[in-house]
């Protein structure tokens, strides 16, 4: 059975996301404005149902979705894209993959005691974020 990864998290680290935004094909100005930005990530997991928020002083994006039924994912206020995107476990780890204009888009999330690791791809990019469960 999965973890449930309900909980509020806060921004502890990250690496690499000026290169992943890069590979989004994010200008630069937008790039080096999300670099300073330290999300927070509010998870709300019950059964098979998931809501992911990410809150930014900047903007916040919500994911709502089913785990294993793909869904049409409007990326708007990231880079601009949609994506066909379904969201699965493989043992302990919550997979997405957003299939679209950007090959080996996606990410994964999973816990590591109280830290929320997320690890988000885009073309040959890696970026990885930490998070600290505070309740």
Known sequence: MPPNLTGYYRFVSQENMDNYLRALDINVVLRKLVCLLKPDKEIIHTGDHMIIRTITSLRNYVMDFDVGVQFEEDLGPVDGRKCQTTVSWEGD?????????????????????????????????VCVQVFQKVK
């Not at 780890?93 to 999330?109: A, F, I, P, S, T």
């Open 93 to 125: 780890q919550l997979v997405c993959e957003q299939l679209g204009e950007k090959r080996n888009r996606g990410w994964r999330h999973w816990l590591e005691g109280d830290q929320l690791h997320l690890r988000m791809t885009a073309e040959d990019e």
